[in-house]
C-alpha cells in the first residue's frame, strides 16, 4: 500500500494522545463520583458494571480514528482489475519520403488525417497505442483508451532519415507484448532482458485481440527485410493493416541536395497485410469501421491504482457507529 499525502499520517500519533486525555477526564469524573458518598458508591457499582462495554467501545473509537487517520493520508494499492480490452497499434512511417506532396498537403499529414479518423471512431474497450519508425522503430505512444493523449502523440510526429518497414512492425509487435504483459506501464529498466524461448508459431490472424495499422508510401531500404518482420508478426497470429500513402505516380524529392523519385509501393504493403491474414486500403479512404473489424476484444487483466480513502474512511465510520450503539445499549450514554 502507498500513499498520496504520507505526511498526514503523523495524525495517527494523536489518537494515543487522545485516548490518554478521555482516560484522564473519565479519572476525573470517577474521583466526583466517590465523593458523593453513598449516592457515589452506587454509582461506582453501577459504573463497574459498565466496565466491559465502555471498554468496549473506547476501542471501537481508538481504531476508528487509526482508521480516519490512515484516510487522510490517501491510501492506494495495486490491483489486477478484470477487463475486455482490444489493442490497436498505429504505427507511422515516418521517414524523409513522408514529406512528399504527391498527396494534399504531404504523404505525412494525409496519414496523421487518416489516423485521427481512426482514433475518433475508437470503440470503448480499445486501447491504441502509436510508434513511429524511420531507419529504426521508436515507440512514441504506450497503448491508452485516452484519445486526446493519442492524438497528441499523432500531431508531434515529423518526417526524417531513412526507412526500415521492418523495424517499424518489430517495434509495434514489442508494443503490443508490453502492453499484454504483466510489467506495469512506464516501467523502466537498463538490465538486459531475460532470456525468453521463442513461441511455436500460431495461424495467422489467431491473436485476434491486438493488431497494427501500418502508415507507409511501401518504400524500404534499411534492414530488416519487412516481409521476414512480417512474418514474425503472421507467427505471432497479429493481423498488419496496410494503408498506403501517397500515389502510384509520385514525385521527385530534394533529399540532401540529391533528387529522389519516390512512390507509393502498393505492392509491398499488400504482401505484408496478405502474409498476416490483414488487409489493404488507401489511406485517403480509410474506412474505421473496417480497421476495428480486425480486432476481436478478450478478457485481461491490468495492474491498476486504486485509491481506498473512500473504503478506509468508511471502515472507520463503520466503527464509530459501533462504538455509538454499544455504549448507548449498556451504560445509556455517548462513548
Do not use: C
Not at 508494443?175 to 521463442?198: F, H, K, L
Not at 505471432?236 to 533529399?255: E, F, H, N, P
Request: aromatic letters at 4%.
Amino acid at each position: 500500500m502507498t500513499f498520496q499525502w504520507p505526511v498526514l499520517l503523523v495524525a495517527i500519533g494523536l489518537v494515543p494522545l487522545g485516548l490518554l486525555a478521555a482516560r484522564r477526564i473519565d479519572a476525573r469524573r470517577r474521583r466526583r463520583v466517590a465523593g458523593l458518598g453513598g449516592l457515589g458508591r452506587g454509582a461506582a457499582r453501577s459504573a463497574g458494571h459498565r466496565g466491559r462495554s465502555e471498554l468496549a467501545a473506547s476501542l471501537l473509537v481508538a481504531f476508528a480514528f487509526v482508521l480516519l487517520a490512515v484516510a487522510l493520508g490517501r491510501p492506494q494499492a495495486t490491483v489486477s482489475l478484470p477487463r475486455v480490452e482490444g489493442t490497436l497499434m498505429l504505427t507511422f512511417d515516418v521517414s524523409a519520403s513522408m514529406a512528399a506532396d504527391d498527396v494534399t498537403p504531404t504523404r505525412m499529414e494525409a496519414a496523421k488525417a487518416a489516423a485521427t479518423t481512426i482514433v475518433e471512431r475508437q470503440p470503448p474497450g480499445v486501447v491504441v497505442g502509436v510508434v513511429a519508425f524511420s531507419d529504426a522503430g521508436l515507440a512514441v505512444q504506450t497503448p491508452t483508451s485516452d484519445q486526446a493523449t493519442v492524438l497528441a502523440a499523432i500531431r508531434r510526429l515529423a518526417p526524417s532519415r531513412g526507412t526500415s518497414l521492418g523495424q517499424g512492425i518489430l517495434a509495434a509487435l514489442g508494443a503490443i507484448a508490453q502492453s499484454e504483459s504483466n510489467t506495469p506501464a512506464g516501467y523502466y529498466s537498463n538490465r538486459s532482458a531475460e532470456p525468453t524461448a521463442t513461441p511455436p508459431p500460431v495461424a495467422p490472424g489467431s491473436h485476434d485481440s491486438a493488431a497494427i495499422v501500418l502508415f507507409s508510401d511501401g518504400e524500404n531500404n534499411e534492414q530488416p527485410d519487412p516481409m521476414s518482420a512480417a512474418q514474425v508478426a503472421a507467427d505471432r497470429g497479429i493481423r498488419i493493416v496496410t494503408l498506403g500513402v501517397g500515389t502510384a505516380a509520385g514525385t521527385t524529392l530534394d533529399l540532401d541536395g540529391f533528387r529522389v523519385h519516390s512512390a507509393l509501393d502498393e505492392t509491398a504493403l499488400r504482401q505484408v497485410s496478405d502474409l498476416t491474414a490483414g488487409t489493404y486500403q488507401a489511406a485517403d479512404a480509410v474506412d474505421p469501421a473496417a480497421v476495428y473489424d480486425q480486432l476481436a476484444e478478450h478478457l485481461v487483466a491490468r495492474d491498476e491504482s486504486v485509491e481506498l480513502t473512500a473504503v478506509v474512511a468508511a471502515g472507520g465510520l463503520v466503527l464509530l457507529l459501533g462504538a455509538t450503539v454499544v455504549s448507548l445499549a449498556r451504560t445509556g450514554r455517548l462513548p
